[in-house]
């Protein structure tokens, strides 16, 4: 951009034209641009201030892929919105609050895409349909068992299977994780998670056979998984309620159903119940299990229906009508044969605290 400035003769002087000196300002703008913001996986961006431009003071928003993540904002007063990336003078995009913290995406727990009718009446045993329990882990150690997502990297399962009661083996070194079908064939084909760490709860005594306390373990993958309407994680308990007498609740596994491994996901629906009447029909059957006030019992004794081999470390899974979303209140963890009376199960409430530290990298 020029500016120039001069002025015309002010005077005569012996028939001499006399200029006044003038000035030339030349200025140059220089629009500053920011590089299209990287593509992610989980998430993408929209133009607030100019379409299809991405210059100096630019605003992008970043959306989540919904339903399966929800945005989590870092919450500064005086900040643009949660999730907005705003064009630098460094020509890079920034989002980062006061606080030094970045809203990020968080995935969407306890909300399946097709959950199961809750209304279906009596207990009972039945098929799942795809999308029912897209939390479901099948996982092979020992042999087969169970286990949940948690987020998009975790996997929630029982610490007996990692480390069998009453044996001389020690931790096995491959640990397989599927996850994503309701069939066996299917889920097997589509790969093996790699898992990266595998925490034990330190209570868990694989020493004393009748002692189940502390029967939780985490399995952190390799690499996060990417949510789909047959892949989402549960959500953890966070109130008494979830686990008042009469509640009901459902277990999911590929265990064995009639003396059979099953080749399809099966749930079964269980009422929680009252632990006096757990306490008694222990004693009845003169047995010498613990049973902690970490642990909870489900079942009936006149109905034939519970979790059995290849269904242990799986979840007793909640719908908690507060939040609107399934809980995972329970993990298959001991029980006196199969569909036989009451099952027990790790009280996932009393472990929250520590599950919360693990992922959260504070322990």
Known sequence: MKLPFYTIFSSLENWTAIFFKGFLVYSQVVVMTCSPPQNLSIGGFEYVTRSGEDIYQDKRPYTCHKPYYEIV?????????????????????????????????????GQPSTPIDQNQGAPGTAKAKLGNFPWQALTIIYGRGGGALLRDRWILTAAHTIYPKDSFFQKNQSVNVFLGHTDIEEIIRLGAHSVRRVIVHPDYRPEEPNNFEGDIALLELEKSVLLSPNLLPICLPDNETLYSSGLMGYVSGFGMERGRLVSQLKYVSLPIAKREACEAWLLEKNRTEVFSSNMFCAGNRTIKQDACQG????????????????MATG?????????????????????????????????
């Open 331 to 363: 993990i298959v963890s001991w029980g006196i044969d199969c569909s036989k009376g009451y099952g027990f199960y790790t009280k996932v409430l009393s472990y929250v605290d520590w599950l919360k530290s693990i992922m959260e990298g504070k322990a």
């Open 311 to 326: 269904d242990s470390g799986g979840v007793f899974a909640v719908w908690d009508n507060t939040t609107e979303r399934w």
């Open 73 to 109: 904002p870092a919450m500064d007063s005086g900040q643009p919105p949660p999730g907005t990336f705003t064009s630098s003078t460094q020509g890079i995009w920034k989002g980062r609050e006061k606080s030094g913290k970045t809203s990020q995406c968080s995935p969407v727990c």
